[in-house]
């Protein structure tokens, strides 16, 4: 179970659609802030990787300090990224998968449009599970 | 650590500029300008100041090719502890600049360099200049002079060496093992500062045998720290020396070699003083020097990992400063690579550093860094954006351009990256504030509220609202700043001119020149609008030079602190509009819809409206919710002002009312009306019965200031139900202006000005007034129903007959005249009696709260123009009816002089043809006429009945009953019209006894038991010749025929029964007879006859629906007096 860790799903448009803190501890504002900053940037290397490899698990692709950006690029684009402190490949790996199935239910719903945001709930209670799960 | 380092830097000779004296600081700026640019000066140049003054330890110098470079430190450095180590990092020269003109001492100008020299240990040559050093041969006799100085200290070192140290070994404890092993690192460390020497002088071959040997002596001695350093100077040897050669495997062994270098710097690392001094900053620097040298896009991901574990270990590093110019440089390196939110996030971090030191000028540099980050995280001011919208495209060369537009496609709220927008526009706040930078801090803050105020709590919002009032005081007045704060601002509308000052479009070639201009019916689409689409008008405005314009904002303030707008108003970039600026006060949460006007002063197309608004801030100059039309400017057009004399209020009127109503025009503008026409549009155009066109005409030109008064005729016209229902509930209720006319006024200016001819086809446009008649129509004197009732007075029987009617029409005039003259009462000649005389009874009705007076006439003849218009007297005048409110009355009009003289066939035409349509074609042209005829004559009746009113409040009008006198009349039409086709008088003839002027008995009277001789006169009214069968009866009061039976009381001579008459057309018949009464009393004798062979005129007449009927014509009753004894 990874300490800190933020989860974060950001569409083809760079625009976060979906964000939770999976980890358990409780964290500071500031912390919190840093944390989307770091992702926010993560996104420059995200998109020249995601076109050198054929794997949509980009592994741990940045850190900063002790933190390590893992991202999981869908076909479309959109971008599952975690931000985590504990190197845990297969867990993440894992995680990324399943949320990716739920991702693609999600894109079943006519009514969502692509690239808006996520607030299903039930979407949201499966990640946390999945995080708790795999994380 | 080092800002810009790179790998050529081991090549630098660093000489530092220092001024000496007083300068003033522009010409010391300019003097640096001079220094600014560091460039290698070609060794081939400087040969003529070099004198070799024993054999050069450079022996490959490589005069033609090689190059010293220069490196300028302005205003000079202190010295660092690793100048040994690096001998680049030494101030190897000197340059003093000073200002002549204010520094005339040289003495004390070279004193003072001298001192300020002692600083510099390390250089080697110092110049003093008190003028521009613009020839370059000075710079070049400055790398001579250091060229033979590096010669001298290369023998030296050679010779005696010196002892190297850097800050790393002083921590060292000296042992006596150490000592020895310092003696044998001396030597190789000697090797690698010749080989920098070598460097600083050009000649790379010489450097690089003095590193490989300076390699061997620090691998042997484990001396990791200076093997890394000599193996870096090994690899810019090695750059220098292939330059401008292409040299593909070059890239894969400055690669390998630096990672050594790396890996060697990592190496020298030692736990015990890294508390203090650590090779750390060495090792951070190989890694830029690399990722600067690889820096490319396709190496992207080699330089991201050797920045990342740059970045990682900016942890370890124990200078603050150190870690500041680490974040830099990899924030640079970042930004070269494209990575432009890599980039803004070490610039975070670079501003959070200085934020940390806490004084304004490091308040300054993070706010200045914190600038750079604000494209990345899409929080421009709108200044940047202007300035760099070139850099934009330029920048966007990556694959994702596309992308990058799209995200700021993204409005803020949506973009859930909100939270990274707001702490950095409130970090740029917070530095904006500390270096005291009241317009970045102003900026930031409306940025932040602006876009963020639903994210931020109230205490927040007012939080940035004191930030927003405290900056604007400390910015000098007029200020403004591009980034709008609050109210927002929002175009409205554009008010379309009112319908007092339309604007019309002239069409130069036609007489009605307003014509297709105006929207000319009530719908919206018009299929006649030559394919335009239809909004193309509201797209256009026209402004008037002069003429104040109006348009509607909606300021709103949804936060939760009151704002005041000290003046928001309109303006126009070219300046030609006179604004009027107004102030207004906006409550938390709230929005105010508002009119900003303002005066246009010159002709022309007007662009980039836009609203200045409070705060000093501009609003938004793209308006997007609305579409701007184009806004042109016109010459001052003449403006007609209308108000009706005696009140613009509604004008009440009463059903039927007629009354004059004054409208006055005043030309409110500068300049004359020229043309001018009026109309009428709206609905009840008829009750508009006199329209002034002739005294709008004779007024023209209307000068400037001048004013005409129009006379407008109104009949006020009836209500419809609708309306009645509507005003039941109260009276004198304003009913909708829909219904009320409205005159229209088409004016224009002259055509065009002389002056220009070749513009002579504009056309200044032209204006409508629309003088809406307000009429309110009260319900007035209300018809109930007509209907017509007959009385029947039986006529004497005279010596004289009656006059015919018929010939009172032509005739009986005059008399008739004066008699209606002298009471107006209806009189019955009691000879003639009334039968036929028909009375139409109308019944009216008062429901207003005025008392009605009627006035009822009946023309005469209406036909006789001359007499029935110009004079009173061919009315028959009755007295005047009073109808109290709330009642109602009924007047009587006599039908008398109605009847037609001639039963004409034509009038029955539709009767006697049935199979009319068929016929048509054959109907003659006079019976077509004739039919007419009898319709003209119809209305013509009508129309003499006139039934005028005065009401109580002094008006007068009239009451429109025609419909209803039609509708009354329509049973009975003929009957009333139509003539009998026998006309039957009885009259006493006298036997040629003239006595008649002292008779004693009563005039008309019939004596007892005397034989009375009588006629019988049968008039013919048909066309035709009719022959009958008259027969004569007399009845006795009684009723009872004295004539016949066994009790006739009344002799008689002569044929009563069966006489056969012929009657021609239009003629009358005499049948002559004598009575011989018996008993006195009262008489009745009536004549009656059986038409034979009556034709279908007759019929008709008589409703008769077989041919077999007989048609039987019965005269009215005469009364015979008979007097005497029994």
Redesign the interface.
């Known amino acids: 179970m990874a300490t800190t860790a933020c989860f974060i799903i950001v569409s083809r448009n760079d625009i976060p659609i979906y964000e939770t803190d999976a980890g358990s501890a409780t964290k500071r504002e500031d912390a919190s802030q840093m944390h989307q900053f770091i992702l926010h940037a993560a996104l420059d290397i995200v998109q020249d990787l995601a076109w050198t490899t054929s794997a949509m698990y980009l592994k741990a692709i940045d850190r900063f300090n002790d933190m390590v950006v893992s991202v999981y690029v869908t076909a479309g684009h959109t971008r599952f990224m975690l931000l985590h402190d504990s190197r845990n490949d297969d867990g993440i790996k894992s995680f990324f998968q399943e949320v990716h199935e739920l991702y693609i239910k999600i894109l079943l719903n006519p009514l969502y449009l692509p690239g808006s945001r996520i607030t299903s709930s039930h979407f949201d209670t499966k990640v946390r599970a999945l995080a708790r799960k795999y994380l | 650590m080092e800002p810009d380092v790179s790998i050529e830097t081991s090549s630098m000779i660093r000489i530092a500029i220092l001024p000496i004296g007083e300068i003033p600081h522009q010409t010391l700026r300019d003097y640096y300008s001079i220094f600014h640019h560091h460039h290698p000066i070609p060794l081939s140049s400087i040969s003529s100041f070099y004198t070799e003054e024993q054999k050069s330890p450079f022996t490959s110098l490589p005069w033609d090719t090689g190059s010293l470079r220069f490196k300028f430190i302005l205003g000079g450095s202190p010295p660092s502890p690793w100048e040994d180590f690096q001998a680049n990092r030494k101030i190897l020269a000197v340059i003093g600049v000073f200002h002549c003109p204010l520094s005339p001492d040289l003495d004390s100008v070279i004193e003072e360099f001298d001192g300020v020299c002692k600083g510099y240990a390390s250089a080697l040559v110092t110049r003093c200049f008190g003028f521009f050093p613009c020839d370059s041969q000075l710079e070049d006799e400055i790398a001579a002079s250091l060229l033979m100085e590096f010669e001298k200290y290369v023998f030296q070192a050679e010779s005696s060496g010196t002892i190297l140290k850097t800050p790393l070994d002083l921590q060292a404890s000296l042992s006596s093992e150490e000592v020895i092993q310092a003696k044998k690192r001396r030597l190789g460390r000697a090797q690698k500062t010749i080989g920098d020497y070598c460097l600083l002088a050009g000649s790379p071959v010489d450097a690089n045998a003095h590193y490989s040997t300076a390699l061997e002596l620090a691998r042997l001695t484990t001396d990791y720290f200076w093997y890394a350093g000599a193996l870096e100077g090994s690899i810019c040897a090695l750059l220098i020396d292939q330059i401008g050669q292409n040299n593909p495997a070059l890239e894969d062994e400055v690669r390998y070699r630096f990672n050594s270098v790396i890996l060697h710097y990592k190496k020298s690392f030692i736990q015990e003083n890294s508390q203090r001094v650590s090779p750390l900053s060495f090792e951070l620097e190989a890694n830029l020097k690399l990722a600067r040298y690889l820096c490319r896009?396709e190496l992207?991901?080699d330089i991201?990992e050797l920045l990342?574990s740059a970045?990682?270990g900016a942890?370890s590093l124990i200078d603050a400063t150190d870690r500041l110019v680490l974040y830099v440089e990899i924030a640079r390196l970042?930004g070269t690579l494209g990575?432009?939110?890599?980039a803004?996030?070490?610039s975070?971090q670079v501003a959070q550093l200085y934020l940390q030191q806490d004084n304004r000028l490091a308040a300054i540099s993070a706010l200045q860094v914190l600038a750079l980050t604000t494209r990345a995280?899409c929080v421009q001011s709108r200044a940047s954006i202007s300035d760099n919208s070139h850099i934009n495209e330029v920048g966007s060369r990556n694959a994702?351009s596309g992308?990058m537009h799209?995200?700021s496609v993204?409005s803020f709220f949506?973009?859930?990256?909100s939270?990274?927008q707001m702490?950095v526009l409130r970090e740029i706040l917070l530095s904006a504030a500390r270096a005291g930078d009241p317009l970045a801090a102003w900026s930031a803050a409306a940025r932040l509220l602006r876009s963020y105020y639903p994210l931020i709590t109230p205490v927040g919002q007012n939080g940035l609202a004191r930030a927003l009032a405290n900056s604007s005081e400390r910015l000098p007045s007029g200020t403004r700043c591009s980034d709008p704060a609050l109210p927002f601002v929002r175009l409205y509308s554009f008010p379309q001119h009112s319908s007092q000052m339309d604007i019309v479009k002239r069409n130069p070639a036609r007489e009605d020149w307003w014509a297709g201009s105006a929207p000319s019916g009530p719908f919206i689409y018009t299929p006649f609008s030559n394919g335009q689409p239809n909004d193309s008008s509201k797209k256009e405005l026209i402004w008037i030079v002069g003429e104040p314009v109006q348009i509607l904002v909606e300021l709103a303030n949804p936060c939760g602190f009151n704002l005041k707008v000290d003046s928001i108003y309109l303006s126009v970039h070219s300046g030609n509009l006179d604004p009027f600026p107004i102030s207004i006060d906006l409550p938390p949460h709230s929005s105010k819809v508002v009119t900003l006007s303002g005066i246009p002063t010159s002709v022309g197309l007007l662009k980039d409206l836009c609203f200045s608004d409070p705060f000093r801030s501009c609003g938004s100059p793209r308006l997007k919710n609305i579409s701007v039309p184009n806004i042109s400017v016109v010459p001052p057009l003449p403006l007609l002002v209308s108000h009706v004399v005696g009140g613009d209020g509604a004008i009440i009127l009463y059903e039927g009312e007629i009354r004059d109503i004054y409208i006055s025009l005043a030309n409110a503008g500068t300049v004359p009306v020229e043309q001018a026409n009026i109309s009428l549009s709206g609905k009840n155009q008829d009750s508009v019965l006199s329209i002034p066109y002739e005294t709008l005409k004779s007024v023209l030109p209307l000068k400037p200031g001048a004013e005409v008064i129009l006379p407008v005729t109104l009949k006020a016209w009836k209500l419809r139900l609708v309306d009645l229902d509507n005003a039941s509930g109260i009276m004198g209720r304003q009913l909708k202006d829909s219904s009320s006319p409205s005159l229209l006024i088409h004016y224009a200016g002259p055509f065009t000005d002389f002056e220009d001819p070749p513009k002579g086809s504009v056309v200044p446009p032209g204006r409508r007034l629309v003088v809406p008649l307000n009429i309110c129509i009260l319900q007035g004197l209300s018809f109930v129903k007509a209907h017509l009732l007959s009385m029947e007075i039986p006529a004497h029987v005279g010596e004289n007959l009656p006059k015919p009617v018929y010939v009172e029409n032509s005739a009986g005039k005059e008399t008739n005249v004066s008699e209606t003259k002298m009471d107006g009462l209806v009189k019955i000649d009691l000879f003639r009696g009334s039968w036929g005389l028909r009375f139409l009874e109308l019944e009216l009705s008062n429901p207003t709260d005025v008392v009605f007076e009627i006035n009822l006439s009946v023309q005469l003849d209406s036909t006789d123009d001359k007499l029935s218009l110009g004079q009173d007297a061919a009315e028959y005048g009755y007295p005047k009816t009073r109808i109290d409110r709330d009642n109602s009355a009924r007047v009587v009009i006599p039908l008398e002089h109605f009847k037609l003289p001639i039963l004409d066939g034509s009038f029955f035409m539709k009767d006697f043809k049935p199979d009319e349509a068929a016929d048509s074609r054959n109907s003659s042209f006079s019976e077509k006429s004739a039919r007419a005829e009898l319709k003209a004559s119809v209305n013509n009746l009508i129309s003499r009945i006139k039934v005028r009113w005065q009401s109580g409040r002094g008006s007068s009008g009239e009451l429109n009953i025609k419909d209803a006198i039609k509708a009354a009349l329509k049973t009975s039409a003929m009957d009333v019209l139509l003539p009998d086709p026998l006309t039957f008088d009885f009259r006493l003839v006298r036997n040629n006894l003239s006595h008649g002027s002292n008779d004693s008995r009563p005039k008309g009277s019939v004596l007892a038991h005397n034989m009375s001789p009588m006629e019988v006169l049968v008039r013919n009214n048909s066309m035709d010749m009719i022959r009958m069968s008259l027969s004569i009866t007399c009845r006795d009061v009684a009723g009872e025929n004295c004539v016949e039976g066994t009790k006739a009381t009344v002799l008689w001579s002569g044929v009563l029964n069966g006489i056969a008459i012929e009657a021609p057309p239009l003629q009358e018949s005499k049948h002559s007879f004598s009575l011989y009464f018996l008993v006195p009393g009262e008489y009745t004798l009536v004549a009656a006859a059986v038409i034979e062979d009556a034709n279908d005129i007759l019929r008709a007449r008589a409703k008769t629906g077989s041919p077999d009927e007989p048609i039987f014509c019965r005269g009215p009753p005469f009364h015979v007096h008979v007097i005497g004894t029994a």
């Open positions: 896009r992207s991901k991201v990342t970045a990682d942890k970042f990575y432009h939110r890599k803004a996030f070490f975070r995280y994702d992308k799209h995200r993204v949506e973009s859930q990256w939270m990274l702490v």
